[in-house]
């Protein structure tokens, strides 16, 4: 059974710093994709930012130069590292996991509140 942990939200003002961790157990962590998404009330869930397995990484354009995603295989754990925050920010932030069958898995979701 794969299950994934966010931790790592909160509330924080604009321009500063959040970093996100998902713990993921139940799968061969280095084997598989991982992603951030994020849903604002009355907003579709968007990806945010993606690391593939063989180290590719992609950001919506919105986020670029802001948000870092990096994966540590040894800890079964990727991060979202979150600067320069802004109000437009807010959401609840998923990581998912997509393994090396292509199902996905996702986390329970953690809140980022942005005050401006």
């Known amino acids: 059974q794969v299950q994934l942990v966010e931790s790592g939200g909160g509330l924080v003002q604009a321009g500063g710093s959040l970093r996100l961790s998902c713990l993921a157990s139940?799968?061969?962590?280095?084997?598989?994709?991982l992603g951030w998404y994020r849903q604002a009330p009355g907003k579709q869930r968007e990806l945010v930012a993606a690391v593939t397995r063989g180290g590719s990484i992609n950001y919506v354009e919105s986020v670029k130069g802001r948000f870092t995603i990096s994966r540590d295989n040894n800890k079964n754990t990727v991060y979202l590292q979150m600067n320069s925050l802004q109000p437009e920010d807010t959401a609840v932030y998923y990581c998912?996991?997509?393994?090396?069958?292509?199902?996905?898995?996702w986390g329970q979701g953690t809140q980022v509140t942005v005050s401006s």
């Open positions: 998912k996991l997509t393994n090396t069958w292509w199902a996905d898995y």
């Open positions: 139940g799968s061969i962590f280095s084997h598989s994709d």
